[in-house]
């Protein structure tokens, strides 16, 4: 049990999409929460940590008030609600955007023809900012469910709504034609956080961080003859260089080094080419540098 009355409060959404990503990240940087199936706060018993569970609208308001710390919310929330928070990291899930989309039966002439239209949308003011800087004026219905099924039933011509897959928008014959915002989960925090509560976010903030960058990486082990090793080893970036051990088998050496995501198949390719053998790859749980 950690002594401490001062705790870090986080409010993250009670059911929906970003539940299970937002509760998964707390376990990954360590920290046990206490029964979390439907309560409306709890705590952890490793870490200062309290944490509401929300509606994700409510969130930045929350935040802003100050009734939590910190909270895990999609930038589109977060832009709609146009609350006074700070984005602290972006985590990389929940990702989205939100799209107009026409009936796919119609022809689409470009944002212009968007004018004069009825567009349906939970999203009133990214869509009044998108029309806004596009010199477009045009009627916007706020509906807060089931967007796509407006045009089908004649409340609307158009719609703005969150798109990921694309199925949806499929299904109910729309198209998208234009993006409004590309979206993910991000981290924000009240913006006069005191000494303390700020001390346990950069704690938790250094653990989100090194949970984010393991994912991106990948511990690579490899063989290689002694003759090709510096060229092996050109290829591998490390996190400061290489580790190159002795095998048992003299002329063979082992090299242990750690790539990125971005650059996994490409570098395993030329490893492979360059004379590299017995390719072992890893996941990495934690990375600090
Ligand atoms: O109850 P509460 O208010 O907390 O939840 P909610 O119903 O408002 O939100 P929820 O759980 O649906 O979504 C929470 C957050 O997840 C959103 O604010 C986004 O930041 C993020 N997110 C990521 C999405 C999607 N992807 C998404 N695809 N939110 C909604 N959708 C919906 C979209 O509205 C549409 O109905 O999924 C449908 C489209 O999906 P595709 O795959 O068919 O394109
Ligand atoms: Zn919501």
């Given amino acids: 049990m950690v002594q401490t009355n001062n705790r870090l409060k986080i409010a993250i959404q009670k059911s929906g999409r970003l539940y299970e990503d937002s509760v998964t990240l707390l376990k990954e940087c360590g920290i046990d929460l206490r029964n979390v199936k439907d309560r409306l706060r709890t705590e952890s018993d490793n870490f200062p940590l309290e944490v509401f569970f ?122 998208e034609v234009e993006t409004i915002l590309q979206s993910q989960s991000v981290l924000i925090k009240n913006k006069s956080l005191d000494a303390e509560q700020q001390n346990l976010l950069h704690k938790l903030l250094f653990r989100i961080q090194a949970v984010k960058k393991a994912k991106r990486n990948k511990y690579v082990l490899l063989n290689a003859p002694n003759d090709k090793l510096k060229e092996i080893i050109a290829l591998l970036p490390g996190m400061k260089s290489p580790t190159v051990l002795p095998l048992a088998d003299s002329g063979w050496s082992s090299v242990h080094s750690v790539l990125s995501e971005d650059e996994f198949w490409d570098r395993i390719e030329k490893l492979k080419a360059a004379g590299a053998q017995g390719i072992l790859v890893v996941p990495i749980e934690k990375m600090v540098i």
Wanted: hydrophobic share 40%; aromatic share 6%.
């Fill in 54 to 175: 929300l509606r994700d609208d409510d969130i930045p308001q929350y935040v802003e008030d100050g009734v939590a710390d910190i909270g895990i919310v999609g930038e589109n929330v977060l832009f709609e609600k146009n609350k006074s928070v700070d984005v602290v990291e972006k985590l990389g899930f929940g990702k989205c955007r939100l799209s107009v989309a026409v009936p796919r039966s119609q022809e689409y002439k470009g944002i212009a023809s968007l004018e004069g239209k009825r567009i349906a949308t939970s999203y009133p003011r990214l869509v009044e900012e998108f029309l806004h800087a596009n010199g477009v004026k045009a009627d916007i219905h706020e509906i807060s469910g089931s967007v796509e099924i407006a045009p089908g039933i004649g409340l609307a011509d158009v719609v703005a709504d969150l798109v990921s897959s694309g199925s949806t928008l499929f299904m109910n014959g729309l198209k």
